[in-house]
């Protein structure tokens, strides 16, 4: 398996499984509605030098994983 080429599974991830059993969409407007903040507080603390490091050889910097996620989410 090429690991350019990896795609997270995001079906392992416990916030996944939350939000498809959740019963109502008020609940899932919610987990829209803090997922900028959660975001920011997972990176507010990084250092310009952490921002630009690739998640892995050749992927993506956090930086723009964290515009992707922006543009893709907020």
Do not use: C
Not at 6 to 28: A, T
């Amino acid at each position: 398996e090429d690991p350019k080429w990896k795609i997270y599974d995001i079906r392992s991830d416990h916030l996944y499984y939350h939000i498809i059993s959740m019963k109502n969409k008020k609940e899932f407007i919610q987990v829209l509605k803090e997922f900028p903040n959660v975001l920011h507080q997972a990176v507010k603390d990084l250092t310009p030098e952490q921002f630009n490091t690739p998640y892995r050889d050749g992927g993506w910097t956090v930086r723009q994983v964290v515009h992707h996620l922006a543009d893709a989410n907020i």
